[in-house]
């Protein structure tokens, strides 16, 4: 994974890797019912959280005219970052079992990793579209090697 070429940062200053207690990750899997994928776990330990860059994607499926973008990816340990544990305080109930958050768009639109299948997959949960899901992606690193710069902005 090629974690570098997103740049994610916090108001412009690299975000830094993870500087927490490694039992958090374990929390975090017990409250979803399921183990945190490694490629997930170590993306943390790299990048604790942050905007990044380069972060926009097309979904999977459906109109390839609809852009997304990841606006931020949560945080296990970072007080500057959106926290997993808020964010799954406030989504677990709406995405279900074995969903995690991992990051929201500017809208709110939670990014999250469907952990109920052997590789687990990433979905977005669609809020201000009456709740629809559309996959973005077969695996986390799928995900994070689709992340592109925004078209319009170049």
């Known amino acids: ?48 959280g942050g905007h990044p860059e380069v972060g926009c994607f097309y979904p999977q499926e459906g109109d390839p005219h609809n852009l997304f973008s990841v606006d931020w990816f949560y ?26 958050p991992i990051g929201r768009d500017a809208g709110g639109n939670q990014i999250y990793l469907a952990l109920d299948v052997a590789v687990p997959s990433v979905w977005i949960y669609l809020h201000d579209e009456n709740g629809s899901r559309v996959k973005l992606a077969n695996s986390f690193e799928e995900f994070l090697a689709g992340l592109m710069l925004n078209p319009d902005f170049i």
Do not use: C, H, Q
């Open 1 to 48: 994974m090629n974690i570098d070429r997103l740049n994610i940062n916090i108001n412009g200053v690299p975000a830094p890797g993870f500087d927490g207690n490694d039992a958090v990750f374990s929390e975090v899997g017990l409250r979803v019912g399921e183990v945190l994928p490694a490629s997930y776990v170590d993306f943390i330990r790299r990048v604790d």
């Open 75 to 100: 945080s296990f340990a970072n007080p500057d970052v959106e926290n997993i544990n808020t964010a799954l305080d406030g989504w677990s109930a709406v995405l279900g079992k074995r969903a995690m």
